[in-house]
């Protein structure tokens, strides 16, 4: 760490909504109503996974890493958040941004892979299902999933890693709410073009490879669909589908408008309300989307309820059922 550095040590200032103190206040109640949710969802879904026997399938085996990594992703970000709302004091300390900044990343690049593979793992279902069994054994998901968690990781270090190299000269003020990479870049007193191309560069990998992937497996899944005899089996495809094809587009629809435009096409308010979208708003939606069309899901939930509400003999006789 160089002495340009030196007083980035004290901590950096998030100026995130400060120029709108009303609109903080509004927003500090969002976001705390909007995390919950996102903590009993995704954790519900996670319990109700595990419990169900009948879950125990590699589509929610990958959808229960998809909660638990929204559990990650959203905690990393809002306990501080709420801090700097609810009061003046809008700092924080140096460890707790740069730890915040390679989290942020790290799992953000989980997410966009993760997608991927749950895409892979449908068009196996949809159109090769007499392989399905073979080609998605419970040692293959687990690789897939260490390969997403441990490539993301690398990612995530690689870009952090080049960001925080910057000199800042003094500069400790983040025009955010979060330690964000381009907020972080953008505090750098010389030219940051190269770390820029990388961070475009990788970002082709990490986003629109994988979305290229995604949409590739639905086109193969749609032929296979449209191709379907059987009214009802369209149906359940297209309801196990839909869930994972609303999220994907959601969460891609924002990653690419935020990152992959011209560098001033997005205001700086208007980068802040999409960053708040998908770190926010999506992982709590997440739950909802995958329960309200998905009847295995909705039947495990009721189980999870019902043994929550009554005692240790009826919770049994529920999972036994």
């Not at 296979?224 to 309801?239: C, E, H, I, W, Y």
Request: charged share 15%.
């Amino acid at each position: 760490m160089g002495p340009s550095n030196r007083s980035s040590w004290h901590g950096f200032i998030l100026r995130g909504f400060s120029e709108h103190p009303k609109l903080e206040v509004t927003l500090s109640g969002v976001v705390a109503i909007f995390y919950l949710i996102t903590l009993v969802g995704n954790t519900a879904i996670i319990l109700a996974s595990l419990l169900d026997s009948r879950l125990h399938t590699p589509m929610y085996f990958f959808l229960r890493n998809l909660s638990f990594l929204d559990l990650c992703f959203t905690t990393s970000i809002v306990p501080q958040m709420l801090v700097n709302l609810w009061g003046p004091d809008k700092t924080i300390s140096y460890e707790g941004c740069v730890v915040q900044l390679y989290v942020y990343m790290w799992l953000g690049s989980v997410e966009c892979l993760l997608l991927a593979v749950m895409s892979y793992d449908r068009f196996t279902a949809i159109c090769k299902p007499l392989h399905y069994s073979v080609t998605m054994r419970p040692p293959i998901c687990l690789g897939m999933v260490a390969v997403v968690w441990g490539g993301s990781l690398a990612n995530a270090v690689v870009l952090c890693t080049l960001t925080l190299r910057l000199p800042r000269c003094g500069n400790n003020l983040l025009d955010h709410f979060l330690c964000e990479l381009p907020a972080m870049v953008k505090i750098a007193c010389v030219d940051t073009t190269t770390v820029e191309m990388s961070v475009f560069a990788l970002g082709i990998v990490i986003v629109l490879t994988p979305l290229t992937l995604i949409l590739i497996s639905y086109g193969h899944i749609a032929r296979a669909v449209l191709r379907m005899r059987s009214k009802t089996g369209q149906r359940k495809a297209m309801n196990t589908c839909g869930s994972h094809l609303t999220v994907v587009s959601i969460f891609y629809g924002t990653i690419i408008y935020m990152y992959l435009q011209p560098g001033h096409s997005v205001s700086k308010d208007q980068g802040k309300f999409l960053t708040l979208f998908y770190t926010i708003i999506t992982p709590s939606l997440n739950p909802l989307i995958y329960t309200l069309r998905n009847k295995d899901m909705k039947n495990a939930l009721k189980k999870l309820l019902t043994a929550a509400y009554h005692g240790p003999k009826e919770r049994k006789r529920s999972w036994e059922s």
